[in-house]
Each structure stands twice: as C-alpha cells, then as structure tokens.
T-cell receptor, first 110, second 113 residues
Framework: EDQVTQSPEALRLQEGESSSLNCSYTVSGLRGLFWYRQDPGKGPEFLFTLYSAGEEKEKERLKATLTKKESFLHITAPKPEDSATYLCAAGKAAGNKLTFGGGTRVLVKP | DVKVTQSSRYLVKRTGEKVFLECVQDMDHENMFWYRQDPGLGLRLIYFSYDVKMKEKGDIPEGYSVSREKKERFSLILESASTNQTSMYLC????????????FGSGTRLTVV
C-alpha cells in the first residue's frame, strides 16, 4: 500500500534557526513528489514538484530535495511568516491521485 | 493561474439537512477531487472525478455523494448532515496526469449542529 509519512508532526523554531522537515514515501513508480504550504483556515498552496532522485528546488528560504526514499524541505534562517503546515504528497505512474502525508506544523517565533 | 473556487468559506447547518458544497475550476482540468481535513487525520479523499458524469469513491465516501454535470463544476452532497461531518472540506483539480499535481480551493469550514 502506498504511504507517505512526514516528521516531525510539529516543529517550533526561533527566528533564524534553520531546520529540515522529512517526507518518507513508499510509492511504487513515483512520478512526482509535491510540497504544499497551508496556512490556518486556508487551502494548501503549491510550493514545489520534484521528479527524480537528486533533484533540488529552491524558493526564498525553502529548499526541497529528493532521494529514492524520502524528500526533505529545508528552511534556512526562517522568519515568523514561514509559520504554516507543510504537506508533502506523492504521485505515481498509474492513477491520477496523490497520496498525502499528515503534514508538519511549523511555528517560527520572533 | 488556475483558480479553484469553493462557494462558501464557512457554513453552519443543522443535523439532518441536505448540504451542497460547490467547487468550480476555470482551467479545463479533467480531474476534480473532494477531501476533508481533520486535526490529526490529515487529508482524506472522499470522492474524485476524472471526467464529466464520472466519479469514483475515495477512502471515506460514506454519507456523501457527488455530482459532475459540467467539466468545470464538482459538487459534494451531504445527504443528511451529521455532527461527525463537521470538518474543513477542500476541493482540488488537476490535469490528466498526476505529475502536474493539484490546485486547491480555499476550503469550506462546515459546522453541523
């Protein structure tokens, strides 16, 4: 069965304190690994898609990386506005649905 | 940019009422999805549709039905609302291939009293 697991469930950071979020997946025939940001009371907002192991993508203080078993979302020198829940999801070759992880709630304190 | 619009941000309904949640996308996407999101349970797929008048059950379809009469519109129906259906409901759409990912609406917070 396809599974996506995110850790930790919650992360409290001081402003400027860099950290990484983990997304482990067991999905046969991965076609894409997606990262979303979700603010409280809102829908998830697309951040990145990674397609193959070794790929990296960056956006401001966020960098996503992908291996054959997991993906990391690195937050460098976070600011309070980076506080959100970060979701990852895996899509595979067969089918048109994504499998989501449970999310990591990030709180960045000033 | 693709836009996915959910008709209501907040809804309060009474137990036993029939509830309609509407979702419209403006980029000709084939696939549309309904999820509910609850603390500690993450996103759970209720129903999805890959074409007009086509639908498939997701992981938790009980108590729900859907309608897709036009490509751009996907409706979620709670036949007889119950308090355990109080949740955040998220609609999403995507192009045919999963590699394009989803675009989500802003969500509807439904409270059933």
């Amino acid at each position: 069965e396809d599974q996506v697991t995110q850790s930790p469930e919650a992360l409290r950071l001081q402003e400027g304190e860099s950290s990484s979020l983990n997304c482990s997946y067991t999905v046969s025939g991965l076609r894409g690994l997606f990262w979303y940001r979700q603010d409280p009371g809102k829908g998830p907002e697309f951040l990145f898609t990674l397609y193959s192991a070794g790929e990296e993508k960056e956006k401001e203080r966020l960098k996503a990386t992908l291996t054959k078993k997991e993906s990391f979302l690195h937050i460098t020198a976070p600011k309070p506005e980076d506080s959100a829940t970060y979701l990852c999801a895996a899509g595979k070759a067969a089918g048109n649905k994504l499998t989501f992880g449970g999310g990591t709630r990030v709180l960045v304190k000033p | 940019d693709v836009k996915v619009t959910q008709s209501s941000r907040y809804l309060v309904k009474r137990t036993g009422e029939k509830v309609f949640l509407e979702c419209v996308q403006d980029m000709d996407h084939e696939n549309m999805f309904w999820y509910r999101q609850d603390p500690g349970l993450g996103l759970r797929l209720i129903y999805f549709s890959y074409d007009v008048k086509m639908k498939e059950k997701g992981d938790i379809p009980e108590g729900y039905s859907v309608s897709r009469e036009k490509k751009e519109r996907f409706s979620l129906i709670l036949e007889s609302a119950s308090t355990n259906q109080t949740s955040m409901y998220l609609c999403a759409s995507s192009l045919g291939m999963v590699v394009y990912g989803y675009t989500f609406g802003s969500g509807t917070r439904l409270t059933v009293v």
